[in-house]
C-alpha cells in the first residue's frame, strides 16, 4: 500500500523559504493529485495546493504568490517550497494523495504522517 | 473563519450515536461530493466517509455520511471512546478553485 513520508528542515527563519520533500512508496506516482495541507498549532487544516501528474498546478490563492509544488516522477517523490514565510506559516505540514473524482479532486487518502516547521530566528 | 460550518464540539456516551453536521454552500458541498476526515490525538487525519458516503476499506460500518443539498452530515453509531477524535468535512469549491475544509469537530466519548 501507499505510504507518504515528509522530510525538511524543522526550523525557518523569517523571510526565508520552507522547502520540505514527500517521498512516495509502494505505489505509482501517476493520475493523483500530490497535495499539501496543513495544520497551524491547535488550529484546523488548510489546502495548501497540488501538482496533478500532468504537471498542472494549483493553489490555495492565499497562498498562491508563495507556493510551488513540483512532482519528481524519477524519484517518486513531490516538494513543497513556501517563500517569505513569518511566523503565521508555523504548522504541521502535511503530504496527501489526493483522488480524482469527476472533474476535481475529490479526497485525500493517504497522508503522510506530517512534519513541525518552526518559522523562528 | 472557515469556507464550511461545523459545530466547535459533539458529545455521547459508549454505544450512542451521534451525528456532525457540516454547512456549505452551492459552491462546495451543493456542487461537489464531501469527505470526512477523522484525526486521533497526535496523528495524521485519514479519511472515514468519502464521496459523500462512501466508506474506506477499515473502517468500521458504524460511520456513515449523508448529503442533502448544501449540507452534510456524518453519523457515528455504538460510539466507542475509540472514536474520541476531531473530524473535519471538506469539499471542493468551484468559485475558490480549490479544496475547503471545515473547522472542524472535536468528539468527546
Sequence with gaps: QVQLQESGPGLVKPSETLSLTCIVSGGSISSYYWSWIRQSPGKGLEWIGYMYDSGSTNYNPSLKSRVTISVDTSKLQFSLKLSSVTAADTAVYYCARGRRFGEFLGWFDPWGQGTLVTVSS | ?109
Excluded: H, M
Design chain 2, 1 to 109: 473563519q472557515s469556507v464550511l460550518t461545523q459545530p466547535p464540539s459533539a458529545s455521547g456516551t459508549p454505544g450512542q450515536r451521534v451525528t456532525i453536521s457540516c454547512s456549505g454552500s452551492r459552491s462546495n458541498i451543493g456542487s461537489n461530493t464531501i469527505n470526512w476526515y477523522q484525526q486521533l490525538p497526535g496523528t495524521a487525519p485519514r479519511v472515514v466517509i468519502y464521496s459523500n458516503n462512501q466508506r474506506p476499506l477499515g473502517v468500521p460500518d458504524r460511520f456513515s455520511g449523508s448529503k442533502s443539498g448544501t449540507s452534510a452530515s456524518l453519523a457515528i453509531s455504538g460510539l466507542q471512546s475509540e472514536d474520541e477524535a476531531d473530524y473535519y468535512c471538506a469539499a471542493w469549491d468551484v468559485t475558490l478553485n480549490g479544496v475547503v475544509f471545515g473547522g472542524g469537530t472535536r468528539l468527546t466519548v
